[in-house]
Nanobody, 126 residues
Framework: QVQLVESGGGLVQAGGALRLSCAAS????????MGWLRQAPGKEREFVSA??????????YYVDSVKGRFTISRDNAKNMVYLQMNNLKPDDTAVYYC?????????????????WGQGTQVTVAT
């Protein structure tokens, strides 16, 4: 059983910043990658970012709309993954989910993720 718990969401003004955190727990937590995905009101859930979990050859992935603004990182010793979100825009308003994919799949595909957190709300005021 793997459990993921997000934190760090909140209400910010446009141009502000937030850092989301995801704490993972489980007997043997060793996914291929951890990702952040989001769902805005009235829209489908979308991929935001992902990072490979282990090894020295770290790989990161971002949806085009957040490149240059968001940064994903990990701390394997703490089983934590983070999403630093800078220069937030109203269009970033969404529930953000932390998720884990166990095998080397397409990390940009929503339905490939095996475990999901409950989500944390990010609201960016106009």
């Amino acid at each position: 059983q793997v459990q993921l718990v997000e934190s760090g969401g909140g209400l910010v003004q446009a141009g502000g910043a937030l850092r989301l955190s995801c704490a993972a727990s489980g007997r043997t937590f060793s996914p291929y990658a951890m990702g952040w995905l989001r769902q805005a009101p009235g829209k489908e859930r979308e991929f935001v970012s992902a990072i490979t979990w282990s090894g020295s050859m770290r790989a990161t992935y971002y949806v085009d709309s957040v490149k240059g603004r968001f940064t994903i990182s990990r701390d394997n010793a703490k089983n934590m993954v983070y999403l630093q979100m800078n220069n937030l825009k109203p269009d970033d308003t969404a529930v953000y989910y932390c998720a884990a994919v166990l095998t080397a799949r397409n990390v940009r595909r929503i339905d490939e993720y095996d475990y999901w957190g409950q989500g944390t709300q990010v609201t960016v005021a106009t």
